[in-house]
């Protein structure tokens, strides 16, 4: 399969502002693409702007869990 689900990031409250969640993702987002995978995540609507400041962009909307973002080949 051609693409990949990334779950469940966040950061303790107390531990925010470092950088560790935009860390995580653009690494994991890139390892992924290297493998030929297009990584995608769910999130709210707020985190939109945080996700796109790591190279994804919306990819969708799912009624479920929110907006679908996605990074890569577009």
């Known amino acids: 399969d051609d693409t990949a689900v990334i779950g469940g990031v966040a950061t303790d409250a107390g531990m925010r502002g470092r950088g560790f969640a935009g860390m995580l993702v653009t690494t994991l987002a890139e390892r992924l693409e290297g493998e ?5 995540l769910f999130c709210e609507n707020r985190l939109v702007p945080f996700y796109e400041k790591h190279g994804f962009y919306i990819a969708g909307y ?6 679908a973002v996605t990074r890569g080949r577009g």
């Open 36 to 40: 030929g995978k297009s990584p995608y």
């Open 62 to 67: 799912w009624q479920q869990s929110g907006i």
